[in-house]
């Protein structure tokens, strides 16, 4: 009787217990992404190192997107950080994105919050009062 | 031997009453039977093959005080059954004083027959309606979870479906244009991830041909588990509808018994009153002789 609740018990905790449930894979992907902005963004490096440390950050990121995507345990979480993250899939899985439609990963960024040659281009400059 | 006769349809009375209280159990079901089987198989168990489930529980309930007192009323019933089909020939042979002392014991064990069929049908509707239950339950867990929800939760998981798939058709194209044109390395986690893949795969292959992993198959046709909770449920509520037909059939079988009784009851009383009818009158003028000497 008792090892027949044991067997039973052992498998279902088998079934039960292989979900993944990693909550933080959003975050440390967002850290992660922030890093490459604050990198495009910054005016203190030449065009040659912003390259080469974006080129560190997108291998990062590649590994980062996929883990989210591939996280199980974000299915149907409707929490803001969930929806927000899937609201934009070129935003959020900006290598996935930019790689797919043969962008730099500058401009797929600049692109997807708006910023393009043709709007920079068109800009006046004025004084803001 | 009047007195004994006068016994005996005393005895047939509180025979008649003893069936119309048995009839009237019958017609009122109650449920006082202490024998209980609270499931150990729950909801969650969902998760389990079907097959084994079936079995499972089948054999949750054999090992349960309700299985075990069910268990040894059939074992009684058959005896009885023995008894009756006994008593029945008896009665066909035997004649005079001897016949009708044998039909009143074929009426007293078909009384007692009656009983424990009534107390084994209560103990097999408790067993129905866990088992229903449980099923039930099972279920309503499935459907929860085909149910995905609030209209912002649907949304969501329509894009996080559209994600994955994008992410599934462009997978190889950005590995290729970042790992193979670039001369990156593969990460370390893609590495693993891909060695965990190959191992994940052997294992789902191995659990999808697994014989306890299999589909439930019903007509020759692997069915879904909705389905086959839905046959358990519907095969459940069957048998607890025959079961009700069963307790009807009891009820015309116990106002049988108590008809019978009446039959045999008026045949005793009519055998009395035959014998007080033949009986010599005691007068005064058979007594005279007595006076007739000192």
Redesign the interface.
Known sequence: ?NI??LF?AC??AS??SFTPANAGTIETLERERALAMETILNPELSPSERQAKL?TY???L??LE??V?RDGS?????TPV??KA??N?DLT?L??GT??NNLALTDGWLAQVGITTQSLMSASIRKRW | MKLSYLNKTALMLSVIVSIEVIAVQQVLANSNTPSKWTS?VTE??V??PMPHLKK?LE?DFS?SDLGIELTKKEEDLAYKTNTLSDLKAAVQEADGGLKTELRHQFLDEKRAYLEMVSGKNKLRKKQLSTKLRVFKQMLDGLNEKKN???P??QT??K??N???S??KS?LN??DS??FQL?D?PE?K??IK?TKNLHAIEKLSQRLQSHNMNKSPIVDGEPISKADYLRRLVSEAQAEISILDQENTILGYMARLVALDALVLSDEVQEVVVTNSDTAVVVTPALAVDFFMTN
């Open positions: 009787m027949n609740k039973l498998a279902i079934i039960t080129d997108k291998i990062r590649i590994d996929r883990m995507l974000l299915k149907g979480r409707n969930v929806r899937f609201e899939y899985f290598v996935h790689t797919e | 150990a969650r168990m998760k389990l499972r054999r090992q995905i929800g609030s912002a939760r969501l998981m894009l996080q559209e994600a994955s994008r992410f462009s194209a950005v244009e970042i670039s990156a990460s986690y893609s991830y």
